[in-house]
T-cell receptor
Framework: AQKVTQAQTEISVVEKEDVTLDCVYE???????LFWYKQPPSGELVFLIR??????QNEISGRYSWNFQKSTSSFNFTITASQVVDSAVYFCALSEAGGAQKLVFGQGTRLTINP | SAVISQKPSRDICQRGTSLTIQCQVD?????MFWYRQQPGQSLTLIATANQGSEATYESGFVIDKFPISRPNLTFSTLTVSNMSPEDSSIYLC????????????FGQGTRLTVV
């Protein structure tokens, strides 16, 4: 069975601090995809990244970076020099069927950046 | 990337009534997905809608409660039937684009409150 665990329910930091959001997943498939989404207070889901199971290279996009480690089944997300606009709920998700099929979501981490 | 329009964006409904949520995509897509996000919770897949066939429902969701239509490759509806306060949630439509299977795009969601 597929499962995504985001153990951090809420995180609160002061602006400009770095923050890492943890994601641990479980799957029996050798081919799978991992996602991160941002959900601001307005409610929409904003796609951040997709990573397939064969690509363990870390990804950096501006202040965002992702660390994928198959050995520990983790796909952690780091925000560097956090800003108030980063405040949102962040979801990690897993797709086993390939591409962007059915997603299994973690419980989400509510991130609050204080000025 | 696919552009997904979901209507209505929000509604307040009386218990016992039904609400139909529409999802329109700006390109033809093979699969469309409907998710529910209960207050403070993660997203849970309700069903997968394929054009020309009946929707496939996930465990805990039934067609009588959440009938789905998929009349063509760019449109789908989800009806929440005989609503109760427990149905108060955000309902989101998602697609897997034909052009690229690198992302799962979501509509902006329908925030439903049942009173």
């Amino acid at each position: 069975a597929q499962k995504v665990t985001q153990a951090q329910t809420e995180i609160s930091v002061v602006e400009k601090e770095d923050v890492t959001l943890d994601c641990v997943y479980e799957t029996r498939d050798t081919t799978y995809y991992l996602f991160w989404y941002k959900q601001p207070p307005s409610g929409e889901l904003v796609f951040l990244i997709r990573r397939n199971s064969f690509d363990e290279q870390n990804e950096i996009s501006g202040r965002y970076s992702w660390n994928f480690q198959k050995s520990t089944s983790s796909f952690n997300f780091t925000i560097t020099a956090s800003q108030v606009v980063d405040s949102a709920v962040y979801f990690c998700a897993l797709s086993e069927a390939g591409g962007a099929q059915k997603l299994v979501f973690g419980q989400g981490t509510r991130l609050t950046i204080n000025p | 990337s696919a552009v997904i329009s979901q209507k209505p964006s929000r509604d307040i409904c009386q218990r016992g009534t039904s609400l139909t949520i529409q999802c329109q995509v700006d390109s033809q897509v093979t699969m469309m997905f409907w998710y529910r996000q209960q207050p403070g919770q993660s997203l849970t897949l309700i069903a997968t809608a394929n054009q020309g066939s009946e929707a496939t429902y996930e465990s805990g969701f039934v067609i009588d409660k959440f009938p789905i239509s998929r009349p063509n490759l760019t449109f789908s509806t989800l009806t929440v039937s005989n609503m109760s306060p427990e149905d108060s949630s955000i309902y989101l439509c998602s697609v897997e684009a034909r052009i690229s299977d690198t992302e799962a795009f979501f509509g902006q969601g329908t925030r439903l409150t049942v009173v």
